[in-house]
């Protein structure tokens, strides 16, 4: 039963040839006295033709959808060409067929363009991955995955494994637990990133590692979100931020050529965390159209008016006179993104419009707006009020107004990261990272920790965040003061983090890294919006698998067995 | 701080260049005026001195174990030449040095043969994976892996994922569970293999599938077992028994070739389960050395001894006068592995003597020992009593008799396997392999269980299992037959497997695989004979990571928003 060649080789120049191919029954049609049938495989369709004086005339009439084939049959010029099919320009007659296997009615349509319920697709997922629009996106995961890796040998890093079966630390999201069957009240943790384990990899004196890792939070999931995803978490010792944002770009660059066969300008564009908020109202800009956002000069605050007694005001020009629905929707999202204010005006032949009118001098006016036809939208109030709200009316323009360049990739790297958060809530410091960042100044870190900066950076592309990493504390004693920083009490900081700091004791190599959200790079890299596109068995939004209909309740004997109870 | 050199490099064709240079400091002694000290790095080892007239040589004085450092220097030829050293023919004279970071004196010896405490070795894993000894075993097994992926991305497999977030399936070994936090009383579990995944992707068509897989098993650890381990899982469509065994055999011989330089023997020798039973008392030989299981002609049978009433009667040849002591230990092994009697004749000068003399003519004793000095060991009982326990017996034997050849690599397949396994404590029949093994015949598989074989075969590498596969099931009616012959009711096969023999039914087509064991496979390609060796964060035997000392209790209001509670 070997066959001659796949579902998408097949081309003029095979004409007269016999084959012999296999796979799934697509479609099958009859016209007249013929059949035609679209055989599929992991690879394209190549259609067959059998003639109703054929011997195999009957079994061809048995066939239903998703039946399993196998024939041979000879290669002929196609009358009507397909030319959207690589293999449009021919057809096989078919000589023998052979029914490999049968199919009951498929409840979803194996076809490229679905209009099934995600559910159900999630559902029968086996026949959803049937559809070769979705195969696509995995067979691309696959080969992004390999040409990264392929980069990432070529600069000598070694592919490292870390255990899965760690140890809570409950510091940012939820941890998933492990109940050890061995030691009563006791648990593993699924790792939220091999964090600690590689940067002991790198106190082990292994130089370069990477890893495709595995990583978990219990945490309520968004659209583009998994309870599980994988990371390319790298590392490295005696390295500077710049050693690692060249390796990325050179990674980045080379996996768009090979997968791609796109050429993408590198050193990619960088601004600071400061910057970033300031001009685009969040640190995951989307660079692919313009819009910036600027602050009001400070003359402006000679006005009399109250919008211009609050702390700060920003605004952003559109060269549209913006619809009365369009602001309305855009003052909404500035709410819901927890702006104050958000006003306007519009600039026409017929003059000035809107309630800004009220506020600024028409001379002001005129020097902000000089072209024909223009809206300015301002924010005002406090920074948290202006600019990060103003960001999210920033985003809903690109797409209103339709400026967006899809076709284009930008690469952006994010730096000066805050060290510190401060949480109201709790009245303590977080880290806006994680505890293992390294301070760019350790004075300050203690002194000053709201005005303190970090090494850290992220990586961002078209407006999505796909990797982050910093230069790491490699002393011990900025670790422990890191620690102390963040509230936890010396017996905490033993209980949790104790062999890791006394690891920082013995001779701790300067190190750092990055992990790249593979789901994510992915699924930009395709150009899909769903990240469940780029995952072959993904969970709900709601966390379950419906296709192994997971999580489900368990034997008691298992439970007991594990000296656990659960809640009646 | 750029480098010139690793610490692996420099030899007598860069004497007189000016290096720079870092690592760790691994040894330091002052002879006369003179300090010389070993710099370590991933790579290896280089020897620097330095002169106390040196302005450098107050900070070298102050240097200690495992401090990092960053050196300048002049390469010489040494006068007493270390030829074990890649870098034993130069050292470099220190002219500048930079502490990069200090230790304190380490708890364990960053040397290359630790006598250290396992358990001290663990807990301080990152200063022993340090030793450049335990180093090779981590860095040969990226090597190893990348070796093995790049045959089989070679022959268009695809690398794919898998859920780590699984349904508890418990068919054979204890699923480690993962309490949901949103759906009450339920579990995820953590696979044991993806062997239904893999599956799942041949049925959506995907038709070539690879993946280096974490797994996981709640079992009592022995010797060669981890809680979690890595397996090359590897799954193809429209495959035959003999193309995996192919595929593999290529793999192997690839893979030896890239990392070890070896050229192995292909195709390897192949042997039924029966056989392998009955010639080396195991299905899994080690075929490095003979001493085949021999069974007794039934002429003896005619002897009025009662040794020869019984069922089955084999024995094994040495050419070799055993002793007493060794002949002990020899019975008791026979009677651990369950074997009920073991007996023996010597052959010397000085005629025939030991115990079975009194059962056996003399006439047949000489046919039987035809060299000057033999010794034969007979066991005799009903089959499970006799062949195992000599194939115990012939393990031992090779290690006492000194015959196992430490430099082969000898590769087996066994095939044939049984389909199932009877149980007597349970009454009922279990899958020899997995239940999604393919019956060689299926009416056999439901009319005569007990006697069908299947279409499984594992591979064998000196005796170690290191991998297993089968052609799978493809037709649902097989697969519920074979559920139903394991004692699962309808209910239980629908609420475990109704997901999947339902995917059964929509055009399967014909698909095998195989799992090789990546730990056990680097455990022999790097000759050690300890698995954790192998693996750069192992747990204990008693399931415990010491480094982290994992698995531990975790907060309360952690089990509280999971709903589970556990044991006083």
Redesign the interface.
Known sequence: ?K?THNNNQLNIADVGSEVSL?G??SKSRRMGGLIFIDL???YGITQLTIDHQSHSYEKAMSLRQ???VYITGIVVERKSKNLSLRTGEIEVQIDEIEI?????N?PIQVIDITDSLESTRLKY??????RLEQ?KF??M??KI??AIRKAL?SKDF???????????T?EGA?????????????????PQSPQ??KQ??M?????KYFQFA?C?R?EDLRADRQ??F?QIDIEAS?VTQEDIIELIEMIMVSSFEEVLKMKIQSPFSKITYEDAIKIYGTDKPDTRFDLLIEEFDKSYKDSNSPLFSLEKQAYIIVDKLLSRKDLEHLAQIHKTHGGNILTYVKKSVSGFSGPLTKHLEEEQLLTLLRKKEQTLLLSTGNFNQVFEPLGAVRSKLGKILEIVDKNKFNFLWVTDFPLFEYSQEDDRLYARHHPFTSPQNEKEMIEEPLKAKSKAYDLVLNGYEIGGGSIRI??EEVQQKMFEMLNLNPSEIS?KFG?FTE?L??????HGGIALGLDRLVMLMTETENIKDV???P?TQ????L?????????KI??K???????K
């Open positions: 039963m066959i296999r799934w029954v599929r495989d992991q998703e039946f399993v490999i296997n049968s199919s009951e498929p997922r086996y026949l959803d991955l049937r195969k995995i067979i995961r696959s995955s390999q040998l070694h592919e490292l494994e870390t255990p899965i079966l760690g140890k809570s409950p939820r941890d998933f637990l492990i109940p050890s069957r061995i030691y009563e009240n006791q648990f593993y943790a699924l600690i384990f002991l990899y106190i082990a004196g292994f130089e595995r978990f219990d309870l599980e994988t005696f490699f002393k209980s062999f690891a004791r013995y001779g701790t190599p300067p995952i072959a068995f969970k709601s966390a379950r698998d296709m192994m209909d997971s999580p489900n309740e368990v034997e298992q439970l067995e594990l000296g656990i109870k659960v809640k």
